[in-house]
């Protein structure tokens, strides 16, 4: 293999990793730009390496190239499973995790020097990434997560009158905390399933309508 042919296959999985990192930089996730060149980099250089050291021995039987390439598709499901994030109801990061592990096995094709699967590859992530988010929100219909934290006035009749209000927005309460401040002044977080996302500033204003409460705000 030439040198030539040696760098390009590094740069392609540094450009055809970072075409899906960006996707994931611009949506504000932890595993962003660098991670993936870096991951679909990695990968590719596995998989040269597993391939110069068989073309070295190649009279060899028990080096096999594929043996590296297997422990990348099994190793990288330790990073992807640090992007993966649990809150209560909801789990986060699982795309991030499928893109890493995606990126990998694209620098896996460019390493064998398989340049058509790596570019059909990459095209199709992206086409699911970029395009499919899009069709999914207008198309499917999801719910949403969020935490709604209320300052109010201990009173008899509150937890119902938030509960009617979030019930006129079909809001379901999950899950709620109660902290007390002192004898007056109670602190609440209510863990909350919406439909439309586009209606939470509406419940926030309905909420402050509420007599005793004070203040409310979206934390998560």
């Known amino acids: 293999m030439s040198d030539f042919d040696l760098f390009l296959r590094l740069f392609l999985a540094a450009v055809l990793g970072g075409l899906v990192g960006l996707e994931r930089e611009a949506h504000g996730r932890a595993a962003g730009l660098r991670t993936h060149i870096l991951v679909c980099v990695g990968a590719t250089l596995i998989m040269l390496t597993g391939v110069n050291l068989a073309m070295s021995f190649q009279y060899s039987s028990s080096i096999d190239p594929f043996r ?6 099994s190793g990288i499901g330790f990073l992807g499973a640090g992007t993966i994030i649990r809150f209560r109801a909801s789990v986060k990061g699982l795309t991030t995790a499928a893109s890493l592990w995606a990126v990998a096995a694209i620098g896996l094709s460019i390493g064998s020097g398989f340049y058509k699967g790596a570019f059909f590859a990459t095209a199709l992530v992206l086409v699911s990434l970029f395009a499919l988010t899009r069709m999914e929100s207008k198309m499917i219909k999801r719910d949403w997560y969020k935490t709604l934290k209320l300052d109010t006035k201990s009173g008899p009749n509150q937890l119902k009158a938030i509960r009617e ?26 863990h909350l399933k919406l439909i439309n996302l586009r209606l939470s500033d509406n419940i926030i204003s309905d909420i402050l309508d509420i007599k005793g409460i004070e203040k409310a705000r979206w934390i998560k």
Request: charged share 35%; proline share 0%.
């Open 68 to 73: 590296m390439a297997a422990q990348v598709v």
């Open 165 to 190: 209000v979030l019930s006129d927005y079909s809001a379901e309460i999950k899950d709620f905390e109660i902290k007390k401040i002192d004898e007056d002044n109670v602190n609440l977080e209510l």
